[in-house]
């Protein structure tokens, strides 16, 4: 553990500020860019073909970017085929199709390449919109295809106001339910909005904190709704309804009340617990200070909320928290570009990266252990975290499988140990049996 080198596994052209894996096809989606400012930095959603490499390693090429003209997309949630992305005060709601072409070779280049310039003319034209839907256009060189008979289409379906803070409206997160029944937004002005899906009817819409929505997530089942607010918050909701208020400093006596806020939650499952739930909430610093306290992990019971455990997870401010499919893993970002992945049981490290990034890690994302077909992309490793930062890059962390023995082998050498110990014992001591 300690600082060393991770290597890219992509580099976007703009700064990168959410990460998913669509769990049916691997595709890894990334979004960012550079906002309305007229620096010449594009905004784009961006889909990424991520390749085995051997046992452990990886390798990713682009095979679409989708432009979305002038609006940076700031957060991201990936259902069956579509794409709910955060674009200033407003949720953009796209599909997505992943299919191969027949005709390959330099005439699939040159096709895609004529894409992007049809694209370019329509949204010259007024009709931004409909240029999304054209086909594989990649960002940059047709060459950066790594098939060129990949074909991603895009499609808007719909847009939804998710924030109307009326000085600076800004969608801060989107999700959908785990049944993808319901999408769910927070933003600036203090409200979650939920629709239903995906019909975008709009089911709730209640003032949930005083200020910024910083997270949120939905239990299983859709029976509980947990929110975090930049007002020291972690609110526990069933519907519109709020049900309880998370106290997390009273897990430890010697912490005031406002020294911390809540940053991040997640719901979890528990491996090999077919019924059991995990709420996990990380909780950082209100206020900076020369010698900065540390940060806080919390793991709460899923059902009824009570606290089970508080570990301390570094001094640097976490930015993002992620927990992998299974539950047995949580991945954690810094605002100094470090990367963590901590076992959920424990609350211990388990794999650390110093500045793995060079600013602000902004999102991250578990790869599936088995995709929706069966395939599994995590090779030889235990498991695979992929990270995104402001500074452009996607890298990919992974632990390997760790070393076992199986359970009759260990038993065979522990009785072998007991014979041993008791033939020497009657060697030295005659008339011991």
Request: aromatic share 8%; hydrophobic share 40%.
């Amino acid at each position: 553990m300690g600082k060393r080198r991770v290597p890219d596994l992509y580099r976007a052209p703009f700064p990168l500020y959410s990460i998913k894996v669509d769990p049916k096809t691997g595709l890894v989606i990334t979004t960012g860019g550079g906002g309305a400012s007229k620096t010449g930095i594009k905004n784009a959603v961006q889909f990424l073909d991520l390749q085995l490499v051997g046992e452990r390693q990886y390798s990713a090429s682009l095979l679409h970017s989708h432009d979305t003209d002038m609006r940076a997309n700031m957060n991201m949630a990936v259902a069956d085929g579509v794409i709910a992305v955060g674009q200033d005060g407003a949720c953009c709601l796209m599909s997505f199709k992943h299919r191969t072409q027949k005709d390959g070779g330099k005439a699939a280049a040159k096709n895609a390449g004529n894409n992007v310039q049809q694209s370019s003319a329509r949204r010259r034209a007024g009709k931004g919109d409909k240029a999304g839907q054209d086909g594989a256009a990649a960002s940059g060189d047709a060459s950066d295809m790594k098939n060129e008979t990949a074909h991603i289409s895009v499609k808007v379906l719909a847009e939804v106001q998710s924030d109307l803070n009326p000085q600076d409206p800004l969608q801060k997160v989107v999700r959908f339910s785990p049944d993808l029944s319901l999408l769910l937004t927070g933003g600036t002005d203090g409200h979650i909005r939920v629709w239903e899906f995906p019909s975008l009817k709009k089911k709730f819409d209640f003032k949930a904190h005083e200020g910024e929505i910083e997270d949120l997530d939905m239990s299983p089942g859709n029976k509980h709704l947990v929110t975090v607010g930049r007002d020291f918050s972690c609110s526990v909701w069933t519907g519109n309804q709020l049900a309880m208020g998370l106290k997390w400093h009273e897990t430890l006596p010697e912490m005031a009340e406002k020294t911390y806020r809540y940053l991040a939650c997640r719901f979890g499952i528990v491996e090999d617990q077919k019924d059991a739930l995990r709420l996990y909430t990380v909780q950082i610093p209100h206020k900076r200070e020369r010698r900065p306290p540390p940060c806080y992990l919390t793991k709460w019971e899923g059902k009824s909320f009570l606290p089970m455990l508080t570990a301390p997870c570094g001094a640097e401010v976490i930015s993002t928290l992620a927990v992998s499919d299974s539950g047995t893993f949580l991945g954690l970002g810094t605002v100094t570009g470090s990367v963590a992945i901590y076992i959920a049981f424990s609350l211990q490290k388990l794999y650390y990266v110093q500045e793995s990034h060079g600013i602000v890690v902004t999102d991250l994302a578990f790869l599936p252990d088995l995709l929706i077909k069966g395939k599994s992309i995590k090779g030889n490793n235990e498991t695979a975290l992929l990270s995104v930062g402001v500074d452009s890059r996607c890298q990919v962390h992974s632990v390997a499988n760790r070393r076992s023995f199986p359970i009759w082998l260990v038993l065979f050498f522990c009785g072998l140990m007991v014979v041993g110990v008791i033939l020497l014992l009657q060697y030295m001591f005659p008339g011991f049996i």
